[in-house]
């Protein structure tokens, strides 16, 4: 079994606050750390092309090695709130069937800022940025976030947050209709797209998209971390269909499906039943790979985390990873500790 942990890094610490943070996480029964080292506006380590908020990830690596814990480095990839990029490249960003970039008009929140994986600069932006990660010495991974498009149909817990309801899928959350996707899928099918009555129906169509993050993964981003001998993982949703994330065919190392129950209005139970259905998809798909169960700390008391964790396990995960580590209170801890051993 491998546990891992998600963890921000705007907080300023110094290395001995650092040394007692993995000191402590590897104690309780951690294995990797997730650090977030781009949150779609700046980076943690010392990039050549990204607004840099400090060269951290570096100083950490070895630290994170001193504590025996393996560290990854967790990335936004298609969310992109860099003024530079979208004031310079809009036609970068996502549009959808209403037409609106979601560069100008992102979905929900300000931050839904998603790029359109069809295009080659796009391909190129991110190319960059995981080859640059790829190159520090140390590190054990890349992690995958945002790896999707925008969400189509949101979790149900959070539809009223935004005041909404969806019942079917409506174009100002449908994405992408730009000319690129749109040529590229008429090439492949004969189909004009935006002739077609209604999009949501379009099976051929849906499966265009899934196949655009899955070419991303497969053939352009992990084969650069895999060729620098770095693992590639990926956090993903339960609802792939609703985010176009047909991650059960990713040629990656591990997944970590954000089981975060509250979302979806569901009971623990749920946890289990995703693990379940999603090692069994990739299972028909031929292919296996580890499956982390993501926990949301915030929506679990101390004996609920335990419950959650024996559910993952005898589901057939292969540990968990915790959102996040500044959620985690004394006896959140002391729960999981006595849930893993």
Same mark, same amino acid.
């Given at each position: 079994?491998? $546990?891992?942990?998600?963890?921000?890094?705007?907080?300023?610490?110094?290395?001995?606050?650092?040394?007692?943070?993995?000191?402590?996480?590897?104690?309780?029964?951690?294995?990797?750390?997730?650090?977030?080292?781009?949150?779609?506006?700046?980076?943690?380590?010392?990039?050549?092309?990204?607004?840099? /908020?400090?060269?951290?990830?570096?100083?950490?690596?070895?630290? #994170?090695?001193?504590?025996?814990?393996?560290?990854?480095?967790?990335?936004?990839?298609?969310?992109? $709130?860099?003024?530079?990029?979208?004031?310079?490249?809009?036609?970068?960003?996502?549009?959808?069937?209403?037409?609106?970039? #979601? /560069?100008?008009?992102?979905?929900?929140?300000?931050?839904?800022?998603?790029?359109?994986?069809?295009?080659?600069?796009?391909?190129?932006?991110?190319?960059?940025?995981? /080859?640059?990660?790829?190159?520090?010495?140390?590190?054990?991974?890349?992690?995958?976030?945002?790896?999707?498009?925008?969400?189509?149909?949101?979790?149900?817990?959070?539809?009223?947050?935004?005041?909404?309801?969806?019942?079917?899928?409506?174009?100002?959350?449908?994405?992408?209709?730009?000319? @690129?996707?749109?040529?590229?899928?008429?090439?492949?099918?004969?189909?004009?797209?935006?002739? @077609?009555?209604?999009?949501?129906?379009?099976?051929?169509?849906?499966?265009?998209?899934?196949?655009?993050?899955?070419?991303?993964?497969?053939?352009? !981003? #992990?084969?650069?971390?895999?060729?620098?001998?770095?693992?590639?993982?990926?956090?993903?949703?339960?609802?792939?269909?609703? %985010?176009?994330?047909?991650?059960?065919?990713?040629?990656?190392?591990?997944?970590?499906?954000?089981?975060?129950?509250?979302?979806?209005?569901?009971?623990?139970?749920?946890?289990?039943?995703?693990?379940?259905?999603?090692?069994?998809?990739?299972?028909?798909?031929?292919?296996?790979?580890? !499956?982390?169960?993501?926990?949301?700390?915030?929506?679990?008391?101390?004996?609920?985390?335990?419950?959650?964790?024996? %559910?993952?396990?005898?589901?057939? =995960?292969?540990? %968990?990873?915790?959102?996040?580590?500044?959620?985690?209170?004394?006896?959140?801890?002391?729960?999981?500790?006595? =849930?893993?051993?």
């Amino acid at each position: 079994m491998k $546990n891992w942990c998600w963890l921000n890094l705007g907080r300023a610490r110094t290395e001995q606050e650092w040394k007692a943070i993995f000191r402590r996480m590897r104690e309780a029964g951690v294995h990797a750390i997730l650090p977030e080292v781009f949150n779609n506006h700046e980076a943690w380590w010392g990039s050549d092309h990204l607004p840099v /908020a400090e060269a951290l990830l570096e100083r950490l690596i070895p630290l #994170a090695h001193e504590a025996d814990l393996e560290i990854h480095a967790w990335m936004h990839t298609m969310t992109c $709130n860099i003024a530079e990029i979208y004031d310079a490249h809009p036609d970068w960003y996502d549009v959808s069937r209403r037409g609106d970039s #979601a /560069a100008v008009k992102p979905a929900y929140v300000d931050y839904y800022k998603f790029l359109c994986p069809s295009r080659p600069e796009v391909h190129d932006f991110l190319k960059r940025r995981v /080859a640059e990660l790829a190159a520090l010495d140390g590190l054990d991974g890349i992690h995958l976030d945002y790896i999707r498009f925008p969400d189509v149909i949101l979790a149900e817990a959070l539809q009223p947050k935004y005041d909404i309801v969806q019942d079917r899928e409506y174009p100002e959350y449908d994405y992408c209709y730009c000319e @690129v996707c749109r040529d590229a899928f008429r090439s492949a099918s004969g189909v004009d797209i935006t002739a @077609v009555e209604e999009p949501a129906d379009n099976e051929e169509w849906r499966q265009f998209r899934y196949d655009r993050i899955t070419r991303l993964v497969n053939d352009i !981003l #992990a084969p650069i971390g895999r060729a620098a001998g770095k693992q590639v993982t990926a956090a993903v949703f339960p609802n792939w269909r609703h %985010v176009r994330q047909e991650w059960h065919v990713w040629h990656v190392d591990a997944v970590l499906p954000m089981l975060y129950q509250s979302f979806y209005n569901e009971q623990i139970a749920w946890v289990g039943g995703q693990c379940k259905a999603g090692i069994e998809r990739m299972q028909r798909k031929g292919g296996s790979k580890p !499956l982390y169960s993501g926990l949301f700390i915030p929506a679990l008391d101390p004996a609920q985390l335990s419950e959650a964790i024996q %559910v993952s396990r005898a589901a057939g =995960a292969a540990g %968990v990873s915790l959102f996040n580590f500044e959620s985690m209170t004394p006896e959140h801890w002391q729960a999981f500790t006595t =849930a893993t051993v």
